[in-house]
């Protein structure tokens, strides 16, 4: 690749990525920052679609009988948490770092795969057609997300979701299923017996939540876990509640699905569950895909991921891959080194070409 246009390119991501930070996007809240990357789109003489905060683009020689590549990532962020020293939303370059809320979440991998996109716009004769799709809604799980997208792409065989992995290849992540779960009781004064007491009851809900385990484990991704992380109930000391409520978090790997999570459930705890959603499935790829092998020839190595990504709403292939590093997700102060987005659009563009090759060079 040209020097100078990698340079150019990632020059220009990184002053998106300042205008991004500088632009509030809380998700359903990203209209601005939805403007912004239209503009950059604009600014490349690349025709978009929109629906409603999600942007999307087809590279200029776009052939409906060729295969679908997607390169995906959110421009939403999570609400800046009370331990920032620095302003969130300024985009403050110290010590070769640019600070700011949204820069390792996903902006450094949102701007890093937007010049990937533009510098394969205009190829030729590619094995795989590239969409480039900017979503909104990531941290919420909204709605009106990358989810809602899909209705109006092309059926989508492999895909790159730009998440901070310190452009290491993670080829597995963990599903998501929450549930709400009311355990009963019977309600009384509480100078009285009562055997059924609906907190005593919950305590041998949370023993099981806490010590049950499922037989199978995941090679990447290790065992499903489940982590009680809220409850609730009574309203007055001298009142007996009727119902005590949890909220359970469980990260589910690709050994089951998240219906056979919660069969699993229901069958043990004696309570009512109610499953938030059903869809946020455990995703990744083949360890041996030309596209892993593609990434392992230029040294990155592979590892499963335990965090949720938009990979959860897609059927096809897929891998999550971009700079910075996960631990500084919604930390105060959150911030990317510079370095990281030069070194992210390269090593998008190198692995990226490395997959058509061998795409094309297994060809008949």
């Known amino acids: 690749m040209a020097e100078t246009q990698l340079k150019t390119l990632s020059d220009q991501a990184v002053d998106l990525l300042k205008k991004l930070i500088e632009t509030e996007s809380f998700s359903s809240e990203e209209d601005g920052t939805a403007a912004l990357i239209s503009d950059w789109f604009s600014r490349h003489d690349i025709p978009i679609h929109r629906e409603n905060h999600n942007i999307w683009a087809f590279n200029k020689n776009f052939d409906k009988s060729k295969p679908n590549i997607l390169l995906n990532s959110h421009h939403d962020t999570v609400r800046p948490n009370k331990g920032y020293t620095l302003d969130p939303f300024k985009a403050i370059e110290k010590d070769r770092k640019l600070y700011g809320l949204g820069s390792n979440d996903a902006g450094g991998c949102l701007v890093s795969l937007l010049a990937t996109f533009v510098y394969f716009y205009e190829a030729e004769n590619l094995p795989y057609n590239i969409i480039m799709v900017a979503s909104a809604e990531e941290e919420s799980s909204g709605p009106n997300g990358l989810n809602s997208v899909l209705k109006n792409l092309p059926e989508i065989e492999l895909a790159i979701v730009g998440e901070p992995t310190e452009m290491q290849l993670a080829i597995a992540e963990k599903g998501l299923l929450v549930l709400d779960v009311d355990v009963k009781g019977t309600p009384g004064h509480a100078a009285h017996p009562n055997d059924d007491n609906s907190i005593y009851n919950t305590m041998e809900v949370i023993d099981w939540f806490k010590n049950y385990k499922f037989d199978k484990v995941s090679d990447l991704l290790g065992p499903v876990k489940m982590t009680v992380t809220q409850i609730n109930a ?22 089951y699905t998240n219906q056979e999570i919660l069969d699993t459930v229901q069958k043990h705890v004696k309570a009512d569950v109610r499953p938030r959603s059903m869809h946020l499935n455990p995703s990744g790829i083949d360890k041996n895909h030309l596209l892993v092998k593609a990434g392992i020839e230029i040294g990155r190595s592979t590892y499963g991921s335990p965090t949720l990504s938009d990979q959860s709403v897609l059927s096809c292939q897929s891998i999550k891959l971009g700079p910075g590093n996960s631990l500084r997700s919604h930390s105060a102060d959150e911030f990317i080194f510079i370095s990281e987005i030069y070194e992210g659009v390269e090593l998008y563009i190198k692995i990226l070409n490395g997959f058509f090759n061998k795409v094309t060079s297994a060809k008949p």
């Open 234 to 255: 009574g309203q007055q000391h001298n009142v007996v509640p009727a119902v005590c409520s949890l909220v359970v978090d469980i990260r589910v790997t690709e050994k």
